[in-house]
């Protein structure tokens, strides 16, 4: 199944997988080479310790594999009307506090809240797709209904 994915997200990924690959999983190995060659190794925590993280490392690739063989790599590029899309940086005014806040439309490997990162399938991420800058949303959450002004949209490809 494909799965939407930006420019900047797919790179992202492929860099992690790559620095496991290349980097990462050939020093644990090394390290568990080294640990297994000093004898007994049920007691040995540097060896135990190797072969967890050298799973966790393989467990990563599995599931990096999967999100990038299954992506679909979308153009971040603003559309000729202005509305917001995939990819988009939206600035938004809360009505009620006047508070700012600034949100990207991604796909959903690359979700982070803490960075301002949402899906397009969140409450917010579908209530801004289609509208423009000047337009108020109503933003039905688990905390009541939010008012906001769209005061900027932008995108980066």
Do not use: C
């Amino acid at each position: 199944m494909k799965h939407l994915i930006s420019k900047e997200g797919f790179e992202k990924l492929k860099a992690e997988w790559e620095k496991l690959k290349y980097d990462e999983r050939p020093k644990m190995i090394n390290q568990v080479q080294a640990a297994a060659a000093e004898g007994d190794r049920s007691e040995n925590a540097a060896y135990t310790y190797g072969r967890m993280r050298v799973r966790e490392i393989d467990r990563r690739l599995r599931e990096l594999d999967r999100i990038l063989d299954g992506a679909q790599v979308v153009s971040t590029a603003a559309p000729d009307d202005g509305s917001i899309r995939f990819g988009a940086t939206i600035k938004l005014l809360d009505k009620k506090t006047h508070r700012e806040k600034i949100y990207r439309i991604v796909g959903e490997k690359e979700i982070d809240p803490l960075q301002g990162n949402i899906s397009m399938k969140s409450p917010i991420g579908e209530s801004l797709m289609g509208k423009k800058e000047g337009d108020e949303v109503k933003v039905v959450a688990p905390r009541g209904t939010i008012l906001y002004q769209i005061t900027k949209v932008t995108y980066e490809g």
